[in-house]
């Protein structure tokens, strides 16, 4: 896929165990397969644990750093009272997954993300994915939750067929069924 001029390139992910073998490389190969040779990547925990962040950000480096062929990568990990600054310097955006309502909670104070995220790659892996979509179905919390609405689709991350008849009773049309370690890719 070409990259767009000027466009927002968003890859979603439908989740996955970090650390584990070459099911993850295609998605931080696509993440990286458009950018320039030095790459700023933010990247964003807000759906974590605070002892989680640690732990996920040496997971997350290693597998960009894994996947970068010679590209040059400096990471920021994203903090809430300085994001708007971080964002502006990113050409990444990875947005973690965990809990969407709580990474939820955080990103719709930005009223303006939509604007904030032009022209930049933009991960979303399961929560992330989640939190970027009309609305979404959580296998945690067994219910259907409205995201930003940046992209206009309904999503079901981690899918297997046996959601299927609660799912799709509870989400409306257009719904992007993503099983663990697969992606797709939207323009914007």
């Given at each position: 896929?070409?990259?767009?001029?000027?466009?927002?390139?968003?890859?979603?992910?439908?989740?996955?165990?970090?650390?584990?073998?070459?099911?993850?490389?295609?998605?931080?190969?696509?993440?990286?397969?458009?950018?320039?040779?030095?790459?700023?990547?933010?990247?964003?925990y807000?759906?974590?644990?605070?002892?989680?962040?640690?732990?996920?950000?040496?997971?997350?480096?290693?597998?960009?750093?894994?996947?970068k062929?010679?590209?040059?990568?400096?990471?920021?990990?994203?903090?809430?009272?300085?994001?708007?600054?971080?964002?502006?310097?990113?050409?990444?955006?990875?947005?973690?997954?965990?809990?969407?309502?709580?990474?939820?909670?955080?990103?719709?104070?930005?009223?303006?993300?939509?604007?904030?995220?032009?022209?930049?790659?933009?991960?979303?892996?399961?929560?992330?994915?989640?939190?970027?979509?009309?609305?979404?179905?959580?296998?945690?919390?067994?219910?259907?939750?409205?995201?930003?609405?940046?992209?206009?689709l309904?999503?079901?991350?981690?899918y297997?067929?046996?959601?299927?008849?609660?799912?799709?009773?509870n989400?409306?049309?257009?719904?992007?069924?993503?099983?663990?370690?697969?992606?797709?890719?939207?323009?914007?």
């Open positions: 896929m070409t990259r767009k001029l000027g466009g927002t390139k968003f890859i979603l992910h439908g989740g996955f165990n970090p650390g584990e073998g070459s099911e993850n490389d295609a998605f931080f190969q696509e993440i990286l397969k458009s950018v320039p040779q030095k790459v700023d990547i933010l990247l964003v807000f759906a974590k644990e605070e002892n989680r962040v640690d732990i996920n950000r040496k997971e997350d480096v290693e597998q960009f750093e894994k996947n062929g010679n590209k040059i990568l400096s990471f920021q990990t994203a903090n809430e009272e300085i994001f708007r600054n971080q964002m502006k310097k990113a050409d990444i955006v990875y947005l973690h997954g965990g809990l969407s309502t709580k990474l939820l909670s955080v990103l719709e104070k930005f009223t303006d993300l939509d604007e904030m995220f032009k022209g930049k790659i933009v991960a979303g892996d399961s929560a992330g994915a989640n939190v970027l979509c009309k609305s979404f179905y959580s296998e945690i919390s067994k219910g259907v939750f409205n995201g930003l609405g940046i992209l206009p309904n999503i079901v991350c981690h297997t067929p046996t959601h299927l008849g609660t799912i799709s009773r989400l409306d049309s257009d719904v992007l069924y993503l099983p663990s370690y697969e992606y797709k890719v939207y323009w914007k």
